[in-house]
């Protein structure tokens, strides 16, 4: 099972992520993306792994369970 992770550390906020992603992230109380920690489904891969490539400081992250 894969999950979309966020490295709270490197993230700044940005938004691309959550905005593209919107069922598997949202923001925290700080504007930081956060993961909701949902299963990621195989038809929204593609734009899960476009939201790794695109996030400007690599925050954003696909693990496996």
Known sequence: MEKI????????G???CVNNLPE???????????????????EDKNLALESVDNCPVQAVLIEEE
């Not at 490295?7 to 700044?12: F, G, P, V």
């Open 5 to 12: 992770v966020i490295n709270k550390e490197a993230c700044i």
């Open 24 to 42: 598997y992230l949202v923001f925290d109380e700080m504007g930081h993306a956060e993961s909701v920690g949902k299963e990621l489904k195989p």
């Open 14 to 16: 940005c938004g691309l």
